[in-house]
């Protein structure tokens, strides 16, 4: 066998460097492959993660929209509009046609107010029958929301949880403001959404100007108004605000009926 000659002895070198590097660039872009589908699956998860936070940020974290308040009933359930009164209603004749003063105390502070028999009859009528008959003497002031713009007080609910009443709804919805505005001081009948026949013993107070836009049944019966005693409501029961510091909840202020007085 003929000696390798020098020249073979390089041309072999020459193709052990070239295979080596054709391993070393295989090698790379095989490294390069393995590492562009890692980036890319970290990428989906990364970005599956920030979306799934986002989700449970603004549905159930502190993002979550607030629930916007209603001058209705609720947590009452909703019930189909009747159209009609149910149970035995006091009769529309009571409020005699004229406007009545007397005096509502709440945790003892007197409020002086005026309901006005002519613009809302039933609505007078019914408070007045459940007034005088002691039905509202110890029930609670249960939900107080403090939103800008929405700022009332309801009471008048013998549960405490906003499910309760008389053994009476009626209707229909008197003396609604037509520009949705209810002034400081307004007392109104509250009721369930979408049904002007679903009005009991609750009522709500506003206790700074408030705008309640009309649902499919209307506006809110409006009986009357505060005349006197507003700023005590809002110093020693409103400005501290709800249990739970939300805008529409129960009064860290526990607050009833302990005297209501009527003429």
């Known amino acids: ?7 073979d002895r390089e041309a072999r070198e020459r193709l052990r460097r070239y295979q080596a590097r054709q391993q070393v660039h295989t090698r790379s872009v095989a490294r390069r492959v393995r590492d562009n589908w ?3 699956i970290a990428l989906v998860v990364i970005a599956t993660l920030a979306t799934t936070a986002q989700v449970l940020y603004f549905s159930s974290g502190p993002g979550a929209p ?3 308040a209603s001058a209705s009933a609720t947590p009452e359930p909703e019930e189909t509009a ?8 006091p009769d529309a004749s009571i409020a005699e046609d004229r406007v009545w003063t007397g005096e509502l105390a709440l945790n003892g502070i007197p409020l002086g107010i005026e309901l006005d ?11 007045i029958s459940l007034a005088q008959s002691g039905f509202y003497e110890g029930t609670t002031c249960h939900r107080l929301t403090t939103g800008e713009g929405f700022s009332v007080l309801q009471c008048g609910d013998p549960s405490g949880d906003g499910t309760g009443g008389p053994d009476f709804r009626y209707g229909p919805i008197e003396n609604a403001p037509a520009d949705d505005v209810y002034p400081a001081g307004t007392i109104a009948m509250a009721r369930q959404s979408g049904n002007a026949h679903s009005m009991g013993s609750q009522f709500f107070i506003v206790y700074g100007d408030t705008t309640i836009p009309a649902d499919a049944a209307g506006g809110y019966t409006v009986l009357g108004k505060v005349t006197s005693g507003l700023d005590a409501l809002t110093a020693e029961i409103t400005d501290a605000g709800t249990a739970d510091g939300s805008s529409d909840g129960a009064p860290a202020v526990p607050t009833s009926i302990t005297g209501i007085t009527l003429q």
């Open 117 to 127: 028999g002519a613009l809302a009859p039933q609505g007078v009528s019914s408070f």
């Open 1 to 7: 066998m003929a000696k390798p000659t020098s020249q």
């Open 38 to 40: 890692i980036a890319a």
């Open 82 to 89: 009747t159209g009609e009164n149910t149970g035995e209603v």
């Open 66 to 68: 607030e629930p916007e």
